[in-house]
């Protein structure tokens, strides 16, 4: 079966320190990768999206960047944290070829104080 | 663009009640269509996932429908109980390799 982890579950950093956020996928090969964010009030909103090694694609122009070094793992990262990149983020994957239901990680709290 | 609404923000219901959350999308030519439960401070939790040539699917107590041409889907919930209470997310794919557009949820509150 398929599983996905992401962490830390919790993080609490200061304004302008780097951030790394991690994902992986077990048990299958190939998988659509996702980061989300979801912000109070505002509903989840679509940072960036990977159909394969190498390939990102960028949704909302920030400070925020994404890598996909290895087929399963997808890591958010950002060299200075602003504030306003306090959220719920969370790590989701699918694939075409297990009829492209999405699953998602238990996500992480992120505060920048 | 699509765009997803989903009425009502919130809903309170007495336990045992059957109920209907609504869910609307801009663009027709989805590729399918998926249901979420959130519970607070989680992630998200698939319910039921309609590709575009199904009308319906159902788990347990869960039903849900899509009708392509109106631009709609509902999520029925039968006999609600305490522990439905959360947050449903509707959320739609226009292409295999498309993300996900979502709601912004309906957050169901079941009282016993």
């Known amino acids: 079966s398929q599983t996905i982890h992401q962490w830390p579950a919790t993080l609490v950093q200061p304004v302008g320190s780097p951030l790394s956020l991690e994902c992986t996928v077990e048990?299958?090969?190939?998988?659509?990768l996702y980061w989300y964010r979801q912000a109070a009030g505002r509903g989840l909103q679509l940072l960036f999206y990977?159909?394969?090694?190498?390939?990102i694609s960028s949704e909302v122009p920030q400070n925020l960047s994404a890598s996909r070094p290895q087929d399963r793992q997808f890591i958010l990262s950002s060299k200075k944290l602003l504030l306003s990149d306090s959220g719920f983020y969370l790590c989701?994957?699918?694939?075409?070829?297990?009829?492209?239901?999405?699953?998602f990680g238990q996500g992480t709290r992120l505060t920048v104080v | 663009k699509q765009e997803v609404t989903q009425i009502p923000a919130a809903l309170s219901v007495p336990e045992g009640e059957n109920l209907v959350l609504n869910c609307s999308f801009t663009?027709?030519?989805?590729?399918?269509l998926q249901w979420f439960r959130q519970d607070p401070g989680k992630g998200l939790t698939s319910l039921l996932l309609?590709?575009?040539?199904?009308r319906e699917q159902t788990s347990g107590r869960l039903n849900a429908s899509l009708d392509k041409s109106s631009g709609r889907s509902t999520l029925y919930i039968a006999a609600s109980q305490p522990g439905d209470s959360a947050t449903y997310l509707c959320?739609?794919?226009?292409?295999?390799?498309?993300?996900?557009?979502f709601g912004k949820g309906t957050r169901l509150s079941v009282i016993a």
């Open positions: 309609i590709q575009s040539s199904q």
């Open positions: 990977s159909v394969g090694i190498g390939q």
């Open positions: 959320a739609v794919q226009n292409s295999g390799n498309t993300p996900l557009v």
């Open positions: 989701a994957w699918s694939s075409q070829s297990l009829g492209t239901e999405a699953f």
């Open positions: 663009d027709s030519a989805i590729y399918n």
């Open positions: 048990g299958t090969s190939n998988p659509n």
